[in-house]
């Protein structure tokens, strides 16, 4: 096929992938938003994923326990809080390098963001002071992380994994020889969906919003 046909094949090609592909990130809010949304997506997945399959043929009956589903729903929202801050953690590493002399500005304005995120769902009955102690804990990790290069994502996303692992609400004697499963479960989870957000992002405009002027004379290098 050539000529008009192959150019209407070809825009309508060019067309469906622009349809299909998800919209870039240009904005902060869009970030934050997103790196939420990715967040709880690899929370509950991890957690479902593992406890259904470690749970077997008794997982219908499982699922159905009220002391169960009570617990469950402390591991949820751990999960959530967890691997969102492991996000906002890897994020800060991305847009530093774009941050020039606004860089020290990225933890509290990523905390404020963190925290808002969060207050977007009920505190959880579990923890009486709601959310509080999590923005101090995420403000001195970022804090301390811009003490030297980035860390790594993996190694960052083990931290998230740990911490989902010890919310788990099954017996000790069943989680005995699972740990290192769940936390690199979480770990290929946090990975992959922070690849595609990564593709997505722009990072050098995202730095330049949270870090105003001090950002211009950012080095440009690739995200």
Known sequence: MSGPFQRLADGLRAGWRNFTRPPRILTACGLFE????????VAQSATYAYLRARAGFMGPRLFTEKPFLEALEVTRWEALSAVMADMFVIAEGALRPHAGAGASLLPDRLTAAFVAELARHPAPAHREGGWDGLDQ??????????????????????????????????HPDLLRLDEELVVNSVRFRVLAGWQQLRERCDFAAIARELAGENAENAEETPA
Do not use: K, T, V, Y
């Open 34 to 41: 997103a790196l939420a949304a990715e967040a709880a997506h």
């Open 137 to 170: 804990a995420l403000r001195l990790r970022l804090a301390h992380g811009q003490s030297g290069p980035p860390p790594s994502s993996d190694a960052i996303a083990a931290q998230s994994g740990a911490h989902i692992f010890a919310h788990l609400p099954l």
